[in-house]
């Protein structure tokens, strides 16, 4: 974990979006301390009339390149949210010319109790995960 979904506007590329789930995994994995085979990554693609995307009085300037990335994560630590933050927005903007004014990331914390990876087990429980 986490599960990352990534809301984007329709348009791109297979190429474009593999690209774009690589680069977010990549930073998510160093950033976030992943353990191997960690990689939960969802993409919804929208019409535009299907997201509003603004920006709480900040004055970006939001294009149809914009991705909304939602992360479900146990907690972290402070650094490491801001230095994920930090470093994809950089990575995407260097490797899949999104600009960092059309990146917006939110994480919700829960715990290790509130995930089965499959069989209906609680693995982070019953011991199969640390």
Request: aromatic residues 8%; proline residues 3%.
């Amino acid at each position: 974990m986490p599960m990352m979904r990534i809301d984007m506007f329709r348009g791109r590329s297979k190429k474009e979006i593999k690209n774009i789930l690589d680069i977010s995994y990549q930073v998510a994995t160093e950033e976030l301390h992943l353990l191997p085979r960690d990689r939960y990554q969802i993409v919804t693609q929208h019409d535009s009339e299907e997201m509003i995307i603004e920006d709480v009085g900040l004055g970006f300037n939001r294009t149809n390149k914009f991705l909304m990335f939602s992360l479900t994560s146990s907690p972290r630590k402070e650094a490491d949210k801001e230095r994920f933050y930090a470093r994809l927005v950089k990575e995407l903007q260097e490797h899949a010319d999104v600009e960092p004014a059309d990146v917006m990331i939110n994480i919700t914390s829960n715990t290790k109790a509130d995930w089965s990876f499959g069989n209906g087990e609680a693995q982070f429980m019953n011991g199969k995960l640390d």
